[in-house]
C-alpha cells in the first residue's frame, strides 16, 4: 500500500488533502468532523480584529451547473468569519490539542498596518496552530477596506507585509495569492522576497455569476441587487493548475513549497496539481457540495492509482510534470499529427463532421459513397484535436503521428526538433540568420 502521509513546512499529515479557509473551516465543530472523516488538514476560516465583520443575512452564494445538474463552481459574496475572535482562538487551542496529527493553519486578515499584524500573530500564536495564512486573495468586501486582493494586486504590498508578519512570529508564514492578476510570477516573487515559507493558490475569480433576467440583479440577489463575487469550483481548476505551474517553474521562485487550490473534486485532481509542483492540495468546493466524506474517496482513490502505477510515496509524484511545461514558442513545430476514428466505437452521432465542418477544416466526412460515414481526409486535417474534444464516445477518435510527407502541405516532415525560434516564418530568426 502507498504511503500517503505528507509533510508541508514541516507539518506532518497522514494525507495531502486539506480543507481550505472557507465556511467548511469556519468552527471547531466543523474541523472536529472533518479529521473524523479523515482530512488531513485544515486552514481555519479567515480570522480578522474584533469588532466581528458582518455578512448578508441573505443569499451568499450563487452556481454553475453542467447538463446534468451537476455543480461546477460556486459564486461566493461571504465574507471572513463573523463569529469573535476569542471564541475562534478558543477553539483552535482545543481542536490542535485534540488533534496533534493533523495539520492546523490559521488564515489571517487584518488592515495593512504593521501593529494589527503583530498583535493578531501574537494571539494565534498562544493557540499552537501550526502555521498561518496570509490571506492576500478574497476578491469581494474586504478588498474594499484595503485587505485582500486589494493586497495581493499589488507586490509591494505583499512583500511588506509578509516581511512584518516574518519579524513578527515564529510560525510559518504562507502567503495565499489571488488569481486575479496579470502574470501570478510578480505576486510569488514578492512573497519569497518578503520571506514566505510557501505560498498557496489560488483564492476565488472575481465573478458575476449570472443575472436574474425578471429583476435585472445579478445573483445571488440581495434585496434587489447584487455584486461580484469569487469564483470557485471545477471550472477554475485549469486556472489553477496554470498558475502553480508558473511558479513552480520560474527561476525566481522555483523551490518555494505550494499549496494548490483550485477545483480539487476527485484524486485526479490532486494529482495533477502535485505534479506541477504543489506539495498538498486544499479543498472547498468539494467538501460544500458532496460532505466531508468525499475525502475518503480521494484517499482510496489516490492509494490505488499510486499502487497500480507502483509509487510509493508522494515526493515520487510532485514536480514530475514541470520540466514538461514550456513557452508556446519552444513547441516541436515538426511533430505532425492526424485524427483516426474507430469505426468499431463510432456511433455516427455526426458531431465532429459538424464541428470540423463548420468551424475547422472541413477534413472529416459525413459520407462516402452515398452511406453516412465520418472519416478523417488527411490532406485537410490540421491534427487541431477539436473533434476529440467534442467526441461523445472516449478514445473513438484519437491523435496518431505520422512522418513522411504531410498529405496537407506535401512537404517532407523532418525528423529532427524544431521550434519557432529557428523558424524561418520567424522575421526575429531570419534577422539573425542573415547576421
Known amino acids: 500500500m502507498a504511503d500517503l502521509r505528507s509533510e508541508f513546512l514541516g507539518i506532518r499529515t497522514p494525507n495531502p488533502f486539506w480543507l481550505a479557509s472557507a465556511p467548511p473551516t469556519d468552527k471547531e465543530y466543523n474541523v472536529v468532523r ?10 481555519w476560516k479567515t480570522l480578522g480584529e474584533d469588532p466581528p465583520i458582518v455578512n448578508v443575512s441573505g443569499p451568499r452564494y450563487g452556481a454553475t451547473w453542467g447538463p446534468d445538474r451537476r455543480l461546477t463552481g460556486f459564486n461566493n459574496i461571504e465574507l471572513i468569519t463573523d463569529r469573535p475572535l476569542e471564541i475562534n482562538l478558543q477553539e483552535i487551542k482545543r481542536v490542535k490539542r485534540d488533534w496533534p496529527d493533523r ?3 490559521v488564515s489571517l486578515m487584518v488592515p495593512c498596518e504593521e501593529a494589527n499584524w503583530a498583535a493578531i500573530l501574537k494571539r494565534v500564536e498562544e493557540t499552537e496552530a501550526d502555521g498561518v495564512e496570509l490571506n492576500f486573495g478574497c476578491p469581494h468586501g474586504m478588498s474594499e477596506r484595503g485587505m485582500g486582493s486589494a493586497v495581493g494586486q499589488v507586490p509591494e504590498y505583499i512583500e511588506m507585509v509578509t516581511r512584518w508578519c516574518k519579524q513578527h512570529t515564529r510560525m510559518p508564514v504562507v502567503v495565499k495569492l489571488t488569481p486575479n492578476v496579470t502574470d501570478i510570477r510578480a505576486p510569488a516573487r514578492a512573497a519569497k522576497a518578503g520571506g514566505a515559507d510557501a505560498v498557496s493558490l489560488v483564492n476565488t475569480v472575481n465573478s458575476i455569476i449570472a443575472v436574474d433576467i425578471d429583476t435585472w440583479a445579478p445573483q445571488p440577489t440581495i434585496d434587489g441587487k447584487g455584486t461580484h463575487g469569487g469564483y470557485c469550483g471545477p471550472a477554475i481548476k ?6 502553480v505551474a508558473e511558479i513552480a517553474r520560474d527561476p525566481q521562485t522555483r523551490g518555494i513549497p505550494i499549496s494548490g487550490i483550485g477545483g480539487v473534486t476527485v484524486w485526479r485532481d490532486a494529482v495533477e496539481f502535485m505534479a506541477l509542483g504543489a506539495t498538498n492540495v486544499q479543498v ?13 474517496e480521494m484517499i482510496a482513490g489516490l492509494n490505488d492509482w499510486m499502487d497500480e502505477k507502483g509509487y510509493t510515496r508522494l515526493s515520487e509524484i510532485i514536480g514530475r510534470a514541470v520540466p514538461n511545461v514550456t513557452d508556446w514558442q519552444y513547441l516541436n513545430l515538426n511533430y505532425v499529427t492526424k485524427a483516426r476514428i474507430d469505426q468499431d466505437l463510432c456511433i455516427k452521432c455526426g458531431r465532429c463532421h459538424v464541428v470540423c465542418e463548420d468551424t475547422s477544416h472541413q477534413a ?33 477518435i484519437t491523435m496518431e503521428r505520422i512522418t513522411g510527407i504531410d498529405p496537407r502541405t506535401r512537404e517532407p516532415i523532418p525528423d529532427t526538433y524544431g521550434n519557432w525560434t529557428t523558424h524561418p516564418n520567424n ?3 531570419i534577422r539573425e540568420a542573415a547576421e
Open 238 to 243: 485549469p486556472i489553477a493548475l496554470h498558475m
Open 427 to 429: 522575421p526575429n530568426a
Open 284 to 296: 472547498c468546493t468539494a467538501a460544500m457540495t458532496y460532505g466531508f466524506k468525499v475525502v475518503k
Open 364 to 396: 472529416i466526412t459525413a459520407t462516402v459513397n452515398g452511406v453516412r460515414h465520418f472519416e478523417v481526409i488527411d490532406s485537410e486535417c490540421v491534427g487541431c484535436n477539436l473533434c476529440v474534444s467534442v467526441c461523445p464516445v472516449e478514445n473513438c
Open 34 to 43: 472533518a479529521f473524523q472523516q479523515g482530512w488531513g488538514g485544515v486552514v
Open 103 to 105: 495539520g492546523l493553519i
